[in-house]
């Protein structure tokens, strides 16, 4: 069985890697609209986690945010 659930990333329960992302409230609200765009049919939770915890320099770039700098925070 399938369950879809809307969220918002402000209050997404990351795991693993994806705990230490350095985003903030602000970005992760932007980001969260980026994501709808990028995946109208919605995507898994795994999904999510893992562009979190492996994608961070695309996550970067949808936000118009320079990796480096957000590798300084």
């Not at 985003?23 to 109208?40: R, S």
């Not at 995507?43 to 770039?61: A, G, H, K, P, R």
């Not at 936000?63 to 925070?73: T, W």
């Amino acid at each position: 069985m399938q369950v879809y659930t809307e969220l918002n990333l402000t209050n997404f329960d990351f795991w693993s890697g994806a705990k230490n992302h350095n985003f903030t409230h602000n970005e992760l609200k932007e980001l969260g609209f980026h994501l709808d765009e990028l995946y109208p049919d919605g995507i898994s939770e795994t999904q999510v986690n893992d562009l979190f915890w492996f994608e961070e320099e695309f996550l970067c770039e949808c936000l118009g945010i320079d990796f480096n700098e957000y590798l300084e925070r």
